[in-house]
């Protein structure tokens, strides 16, 4: 019954607790990357690319990179010659140059910093609802699960 989602995912019959901060998704390639292939200006420049693909079990097939800008919502289905199902897996292939990937910019940030990473379509990523407890409208919560929606909701 109950469990976690990221916000935009929440059905509407379940009481929604916020339990992380908005995400937002960061296109990174590594330099040496760069140095081969130009920088995609735009979501549809992404096709020209060899992206890093996830599949997620949950998904039922490849995910397709989502975008955002000035309202306009665009989902790219990115090609390339790497599949995984892990972001750890993703991350090493993008640092040894082999694609572009799509990842959450919380894991990006210090490599960007210290430059091992290159952000690309930063103004196309726009933030969404992160992480939400989710628990049946209709659930009469007992003490103890009061207790741990309490302990979990994020207060930024």
């Known amino acids: ?16 607790v ?13 330099p040496a990357y760069f140095a081969k292939w130009p920088k995609p200006r735009t979501p ?18 490849l995910y397709a990179w989502e975008f955002e800008k000035a309202g306009r919502e665009l989902k790219v289905r990115v090609e390339g010659q790497l599949v995984f199902n892990t972001a750890a897996l993703r991350m090493n292939a993008v640092l040894a ?32 609802p992160g992480y939400h407890l989710y628990y049946p409208s209709r659930r009469q919560a007992t003490p103890a699960f009061s207790l741990l929606v309490d302990a979990l909701r994020y207060r930024g």
């Open 1 to 16: 019954d109950a469990g976690v989602r990221l916000g935009e995912q929440v059905a509407r019959d379940m009481i929604a």
């Open 18 to 30: 916020r339990i992380a901060p908005d995400m937002r998704m960061a296109v990174v390639g590594s």
């Open 44 to 61: 549809q420049d992404l096709t020209n690319h060899n992206c890093i693909n996830l599949r997620l079990p949950t998904y039922g097939g």
């Open 97 to 128: 140059g082999l694609g572009l990937a799509y990842l959450p910019e919380e894991q990006v940030t210090a490599l960007l910093a210290d430059g091992r990473l290159v952000r690309v379509l930063a103004d196309w990523c726009a933030p969404f």
